[in-house]
């Protein structure tokens, strides 16, 4: 069995690298989603975000320590952390996902009933009102929303990082 300063480490550091770099690609996709194509983001999409902006500077921190040779006992847990946070944010994805199917009720900041103008006074109501809903799909690709795609994409991020995580453990090459 290879020890951690062998092909395990070099695989860890390249899944480690792949994860920061799908999780800036994703942002960028987002930004211009945003931006340029003007699909505006709802509370849950903007949450969704966290893990990309978490992902890619942590991602690279754990590839700094593998290049500078830290030990496997240092590298596991903060890789396992990273994965724990893109499986999570997996779950929010698909979370979403089901909230603009139907499945079941997103959160009401974002998806309950449409504000009754007629109480109190209108500068209040207009405070309270949103705009992007999170049940409303505004773009989809061979049947899938954005919410979908970051499902799936944190799922491939997820195996990445497993992978790395396996690598160093030598289970994988």
Known sequence: MKSASGVGRKTAF?????????????????????????????????????????????????????????????????????????????????????????????????????LDLGKGSLLENLDRVKVVRCDQVQWRFLGLSLAGYNALISLLMAAISGWGIAALAGKVR
């Open 14 to 114: 390249a899944t480690t690298l792949a994860v920061a770099f799908i999780a800036a690609a994703t942002i960028a996709g987002a930004w211009f989603f945003q931006i340029v194509l003007e699909i505006l983001p709802c509370p849950l999409c903007l949450e969704q975000r966290y893990a990309y902006y978490f992902a890619f500077p942590f991602g690279l921190l754990v590839a700094f320590a593998l290049a500078k040779g830290a030990p496997r006992c240092l590298i596991i847990p903060p890789l396992a952390v990273l994965t724990l946070v893109v499986l999570v944010n997996a779950g929010l994805g698909a979370y979403h996902a089901g909230v603009e199917w139907g499945f079941w009720l997103g959160p009401t900041e974002c998806s309950g009933t449409v």
